[in-house]
T-cell receptor, first 111, second 115 residues
Framework: KQEVTQIPAALSVPEGENLVLNCSFTDSAIYNLQWFRQDPGKGLTSLLLIQSSQREQTSGRLNASLDKSSGRSTLYIAASQPGDSATYLCAVRLYGNKLVFGAGTILRVKS | EAGVAQSPRYKIIEKRQSVAFWCNPISGHATLYWYQQILGQGPKLLIQFQNNGVVDDSQLPKDRFSAERLKGVDSTLKIQPAKLEDSAVYLC?????????????FGPGTRLTVT
């Protein structure tokens, strides 16, 4: 059974700091991995999607890496801003387009 | 393009009562998903529809939860009777068979509180 773990569970950093969120999964038989952002009272917003054959994806200040063989992914946020405060969720995509999510990392960026 | 719509946004009921949630997916999306997100946890898939047929309902507590997808478009999720542990956010998502990556698009969710 696929299990996804995210570390840390919560993180508080001062504005401007670079930070790394970690995601690990137990079964490397995945199609891709996706990072989402969740704001209170809102749905999930897709940030980055990395195919299983890729090593990393970048979008603006965000960079996500994937090491499928070791079952790990990281989300790097450069020059963090208060508007980055949210919960960040990692999910792996399995056969049948099923997503298995981690519990998330709650990020707070202090101004 | 309009996103996934859900209603109501919030619902408070007493245990043993019944409740229903509604979802309207993105137009043309054949696949629809219902997830349950308990506070402090990630979303967990309850049921997946392909058009109006069920693809996966292995994690749906069928003794109290039911779902249907009318004419392959809108969907309703019902809980009867509700328990305290059903307090959660219920998320609906949809995806297209066509296109790349089969990306799922999520609605804003319905927050259910059972007292």
């Amino acid at each position: 059974k696929q299990e996804v773990t995210q570390i840390p569970a919560a993180l508080s950093v001062p504005e401007g700091e670079n930070l790394v969120l970690n995601c690990s999964f137990t079964d490397s038989a995945i199609y891709n991995l996706q990072w989402f952002r969740q704001d209170p009272g809102k749905g999930l917003t897709s940030l980055l999607l990395i195919q299983s054959s890729q090593r990393e994806q970048t979008s603006g200040r965000l960079n996500a890496s994937l090491d499928k063989s070791s079952g790990r992914s990281t989300l790097y946020i450069a020059a963090s801003q208060p508007g980055d405060s949210a919960t960040y969720l990692c999910a792996v995509r399995l056969y049948g387009n099923k997503l298995v999510f981690g519990a998330g990392t709650i990020l707070r960026v202090k101004s | 393009e309009a996103g996934v719509a859900q209603s109501p946004r919030y619902k408070i009921i007493e245990k043993r009562q019944s409740v229903a949630f509604w979802c309207n997916p993105i137009s043309g999306h054949a696949t629809l998903y219902w997830y349950q997100q308990i506070l402090g946890q990630g979303p967990k898939l309850l049921i997946q529809f392909q058009n109006n047929g069920v693809v996966d309902d292995s994690q749906l507590p069928k003794d109290r939860f039911s779902a249907e997808r009318l004419k392959g478009v809108d969907s309703t999720l019902k809980i009867q009777p509700a328990k305290l542990e059903d307090s959660a956010v219920y998320l609906c998502a949809s995806s297209s068979i066509a296109g790349t990556k089969y990306e799922q698009y999520f609605g804003p969710g319905t927050r259910l509180t059972v007292t």
